[in-house]
């Protein structure tokens, strides 16, 4: 079980709006930034959103982050197909020694 | 072009030992932090360990506390990974990840490059 909880999986048509939601607790998301990652079948995964709502560039701005209290959401609007993918939160973990925590992933299909 | 290549994942029974080496380019290697993150068959990403800049600092997840160690050569450009007393529930695709700061974690800081990882397998 994942210290980041994410939905499994999500869905959406070509051009809708779809979230993805990473829910933490004080420790992890409450005090610390949340990244994003976007992971294709036997790809490495990419940065997507850093600091919350951050993109680094190339980054598309149809993909955007927000974060409030212990929980943070993925955006991505404008769906397209080549958007379907497997996406992680992360975030550091303050609790005992201090580790890096992911989500246990949300694998989104374009329908 | 800044590129992470993996290498040294193999077939290993279990309680064997097995070396991961991370071979750096296009960057400067000791600006930055370096991690390890792995994912098994059917699973999800899992932070396995990180270092610092200089390698003093080193943290690693439970699972494989006191039986991996992480270093550095920053003359080399390269990270090991060295994994002792391997369990089958260590069988996973490994990739190390560029930090973009220089401690194991910095407010903001995030994994921004990534290698394509390289495959252990931990069976009899």
Redesign the interface.
């Known amino acids: 079980q994942?210290v980041l909880t994410q939905p499994p999986s999500a869905s959406g048509t070509p051009g809708q709006r779809v979230t993805i939601s990473c829910s933490g607790s004080r420790s992890t998301i409450g005090i610390?930034?949340v990244?994003w990652?976007q992971?294709f079948p036997g790809?490495?995964?990419?940065?997507l959103i850093?600091?919350d709502n951050?993109r680094?560039s190339g980054v598309p701005d149809r993909f955007s982050g927000s974060k409030s209290g212990t929980s943070a959401s993925l955006a991505i609007s404008g769906l397209q197909s080549e958007d379907e993918a497997?996406y992680?939160c992360?975030a550091?973990d303050d609790s005992l020694?201090?580790?890096?925590?992911?989500?246990?992933?949300t694998k989104l299909t374009v329908l | 072009e800044v590129q992470l290549v993996e290498s040294g994942g193999d077939l290993v029974q279990p309680g064997r030992s097995l070396r991961l080496s991370c071979a750096a380019s296009g960057f400067t290697f000791d600006d930055y932090a370096m991690h390890w993150v792995r994912q098994a068959p059917g699973k999800g990403l899992e932070w396995v360990s990180s270092i610092s800049w200089n390698g003093v600092a080193t943290g690693y997840a439970d699972s494989v506390k006191g039986r991996f160690t992480l270093s550095r050569d920053n003359a080399k450009n390269s990270l090991y990974l060295q994994m002792n007393s391997l369990r089958a529930e260590d069988t996973a695709f490994y990739y190390c990840a560029k930090a973009t700061c220089s401690s194991i974690n910095c407010y903001g800081g995030a994994f921004d490059i990534w290698g394509q990882g390289t495959l252990v397998t931990v069976s009899s």
């Open positions: 994942s610390n930034t990244t990652y992971r790809m490495a995964p990419k940065l850093y600091s951050q680094p497997d992680y992360t550091w020694s201090g580790h890096w925590v992911f989500g246990g992933g």
